[in-house]
């Protein structure tokens, strides 16, 4: 199976410090494609970001910034100046063709006040 | 516009009951996805739909069946209810695979 690694279990920063959640996926495929979603306490999952094979620009949205490394097969998420409302489980993700997803085991964020 | 709606929202079952968790979408999406999330953990595929009358299997198919009968609907049916299954059930969906997916808010499940 080709896998999606979140290498960081847990990750706990003071707010307003910027954090980097690493994702780095598996791939056989040329077309593929990249997800982020965020899992607050209230359990649902909210998407943040799609990114396909072809397309490695960096996004910029907000305090929220991506940067996709085809070379490393990396997926990066930062979050500048974090917030206690940032604190969730993100979750970072790979789609090809028709199959569902394959998730990353995801990264517990903590922000504390 | 409801989204992906699941119920029930929380379960409790015996060991061997039997019982079927509900997902319906008004988005008119093609594809509807079943995972489960086990504590810690992220999301396995269950089972899948491309369309109606069209299922395949997952990751982690064993102890499920679905059905595809509308495109609005993909209930997901526990026949023998084992502690194993306890988790939170996602139902999802999107119009093309290349899409974001859809979420449900999720059923907790307990096997007891």
């Known amino acids: 199976a080709q896998k999606v690694t979140q290498a960081q279990t847990e990750i706990s920063v003071v707010e307003k410090e910027d954090v980097t959640l690493d994702c780095v996926y598996e791939?056989?495929?040329?077309?593929?494609?990249l997800f982020w979603y965020k899992q607050p306490p209230s359990g649902e999952l909210v998407f943040l970001i799609r990114?396909?094979?072809?397309?490695?620009q960096n996004e910029i949205s907000g305090r929220y910034s991506w940067n996709f490394q085809k070379s490393t097969s990396s997926f990066n998420f930062t979050i500048t100046a974090s917030q206690v409302v940032d604190s969730a489980v993100y979750f970072c993700?790979?789609?090809?063709?028709?199959?569902?997803?394959?998730f990353g085991s995801g990264t517990r964020l903590q922000v504390q006040p | 516009n409801a989204g992906v709606t699941q119920t029930p929202k929380f379960r409790i079952l015996k060991i061997g009951q039997s019982m079927t968790l509900q997902c319906t979408q008004d988005?008119?999406?093609?594809?509807m996805y079943w995972y489960r999330q086990d504590p810690g953990m992220g999301l396995k595929l269950i089972y899948y739909?491309?369309?109606?009358?069209?299922?395949d299997k997952g990751e982690v198919p064993n102890g499920y069946n679905v059905s595809r009968s509308t495109t609005e609907d993909f209930p997901l049916r526990l026949e023998l209810a084992a502690p194993s299954q306890t988790s939170v059930y996602f139902c999802?969906?999107?119009?093309?695979?290349?899409?974001?997916?859809?979420f449900g808010d999720g059923t907790r499940l307990s096997i007891l």
């Open positions: 993700a790979r789609g090809t063709g028709r199959r569902a997803l394959t």
């Open positions: 999802a969906s999107t119009l093309n695979s290349n899409q974001p997916q859809h």
């Open positions: 791939t056989r495929d040329t077309t593929y494609y």
């Open positions: 990114r396909n094979s072809f397309d490695e």
């Open positions: 988005m008119n999406h093609n594809y």
């Open positions: 739909s491309v369309g109606a009358g069209i299922t």
